[in-house]
C-alpha cells in the first residue's frame, strides 16, 4: 500500500541590486541553502545526527558575494549593473536558479553574463582553481588569460552546465562562468565546517571575480 501525501516547502532568494544606470547587467550568484540534519536523504553521512553548517558548500560562496558586492558599490566599475542573488533551493535541484530565470526581476536579455560560486572555501595549491562554463562565450578565454595569475593553477571546462545554479542561466543563453576550488572528503557531511576553510585562497577568488 503506498499513500502519496504532498508537502510543500518555500525557499527565498535573496537579491541585491547595484544600479549604475548601464544598460547590461551582469549578475553574480551564489547559493546559501545547505542540508540541515539531511533530512531530506541527501547526507553522505546518513547515520549521523548533525548540522550539516557547509562552511564551504556554500557559505564560502555567498561570503563572497556579499564581500564582491561591498568593493562592487564602492568601485568605479560602471560599465554593467550589478545584480547579486543568494539562490535557495540549489541542493533539492537548483530551485532557486530555475525560479528566478523563469520569474526574473530584470529582463534576462539585458544580462551581459552570471558567475556562479559554490565551494570556493577550500583553494589547495595541488588542486588548484576550477573554472567552467569558459566554453559559452567566445571572449572568455583571452579574459580568463589576461586576469588569472601565474602562480595560481587553474583547470578549465568548457561546460555551461553542471550541478550548480550557473546551469538555469545558461539554459536561458546566458554566458557564465563557475568558480569552484574542488570537492573533498567532507563533502555533504557535518566535517564540512568553518575551521577548515582556507580564507586567504578565498579571498583570491573573490579578487579574481572583481
Known amino acids: 500500500e503506498v499513500d502519496f501525501k504532498p508537502s510543500k516547502r518555500t525557499g527565498t532568494n535573496v537579491v541585491g541590486y547595484i544600479d549604475n544606470g548601464a544598460a547590461t547587467i551582469v549578475v553574480l550568484g551564489a547559493h546559501y541553502d545547505h542540508l540541515g540534519y539531511g ?55 537548483l530551485f ?18 552570471m558567475v556562479n560560486m559554490d565551494m570556493v572555501g577550500r583553494l589547495a595549491p595541488e588542486k588548484g582553481l576550477q573554472i567552467g562554463g569558459t566554453g559559452t562565450s567566445p571572449v572568455w578565454g583571452g579574459v580568463l588569460k589576461s586576469v588569472v595569475p601565474s602562480s595560481l593553477k587553474v583547470s578549465y571546462d568548457s561546460s555551461g552546465t553542471g550541478p550548480s545554479d550557473h546551469t538555469s542561466f545558461y539554459r536561458k543563453d546566458v554566458p557564465v562562468l563557475f568558480f569552484f576550488t574542488g570537492t573533498h572528503a567532507d563533502y555533504h557531511k557535518p566535517g564540512d565546517d568553518v575551521d577548515k576553510i582556507n580564507y586567504e585562497g578565498g579571498l583570491t577568488v573573490v579578487k579574481l571575480v572583481y
Open 39 to 93: 533530512e531530506d536523504h541527501n547526507s553522505l553521512a546518513p547515520g549521523e545526527k548533525a548540522i550539516h553548517n557547509g562552511a564551504d558548500d556554500n557559505a564560502s560562496g555567498t561570503a563572497a558575494l556579499i564581500e564582491l558586492g561591498r568593493l562592487l558599490k564602492a568601485s568605479k566599475l560602471k560599465n554593467n549593473n550589478y545584480l547579486l542573488v543568494a539562490f535557495s533551493g540549489e541542493e533539492l535541484g
Open 96 to 113: 532557486g536558479s530555475k525560479y528566478f530565470t523563469e520569474h526574473a526581476t530584470v529582463p534576462m536579455t539585458a544580462v551581459n553574463y
